[in-house]
T-cell receptor
Framework: GENVEQHPSTLSVQEGDSAVIKCTYSDSASNYFPWYKQELGKRPQLIID?????GEKKDQRIAVTLNKTAKHFSLHITETQPEDSAVYFCAASQGISGGYQKVTFGIGTKLQVIP | EAQVTQNPRYLITVTGKKLTVTCSQNMNHEYMSWYRQDPGLGLRQIYY???????DKGDVPEGYKVSRKEKRNFPLILESPSPNQTSLYFC????????????FGSGTRLTVV
């Protein structure tokens, strides 16, 4: 089955600096890669996603890049702010036998933005 | 408002006492899933359902049951809870997980003593 590795597990940055979180996946059949943000005590929420036919996607201060050959994708947050402090999860989705789809998550990265 | 509703938010129970965590979505999503979240282990899938009467095991299904008799509802059943099932549980739904992300419920914090 699919295995998604995420690193680093914790990341501290100064306010205004950039943060990068990286994920690798094992199954070349994976073709959809969402990122979720989970603030303390709250539910995960989708913040950005990328499909396998796209190499990069931006939404204001966040961007995601995908390298299908190397099987890795990354989340980039620029001009970080204290409200960016949260746990971030990457995920990979793939179709499996019988027409099912499976979503596998990374273990999460706790981002702390220091004012 | 489009949402996934889980109940209860908090539950303390004793070993062996059957319980059900309810999940309902109002977005007409076909795909629903249950995850448990534990420190250092991220989100692990328990069961998922592609549509009414279509369910399958995720990565950690032992000790859990699910049913999908209606499109909007996907309850999680613990027939005989044990302390190792103490965790934070999330229900989630999606129109199609190969193209769209999940909408998560607010979570259920379960403690089994």
């Amino acid at each position: 089955g699919e295995n998604v590795e995420q690193h680093p597990s914790t990341l501290s940055v100064q306010e205004g600096d950039s943060a990068v979180i990286k994920c690798t996946y094992s199954d070349s059949a994976s073709n959809y890669f969402p990122w979720y943000k989970q603030e303390l005590g709250k539910r995960p929420q989708l913040i950005i996603d990328i499909r396998s036919n796209v190499g990069e996607k931006k939404d204001q201060r966040i961007a995601v890049t995908l390298n299908k050959t190397a099987k890795h994708f990354s989340l980039h947050i620029t001009e970080t702010q204290p409200e960016d402090s949260a746990v971030y999860f990457c995920a990979a989705s793939q179709g499996i036998s019988g027409g099912y789809q499976k979503v596998t998550f990374g273990i999460g990265t706790k981002l702390q933005v220091i004012p | 408002e489009a949402q996934v509703t889980q109940n209860p938010r908090y539950l303390i129970t004793v070993t062996g006492k059957k319980l059900t965590v309810t999940c309902s979505q109002n977005m007409n999503h076909e795909y629903m899933s249950w995850y448990r979240q534990d420190p250092g282990l991220g989100l692990r899938q328990i069961y998922y359902s592609m549509n009414v009467e279509v369910t399958d095991k995720g990565d950690v299904p032992e000790g859990y049951k699910v049913s999908r008799k209606e499109k909007r509802n996907f309850p999680l059943i613990l027939e005989s809870p044990s302390p190792n099932q103490t965790s934070l549980y999330f229900c989630a739904s999606s129109p199609h997980p190969l193209s769209y992300g999940y909408t998560f419920g607010s979570g259920t914090r379960l403690t089994v003593v």
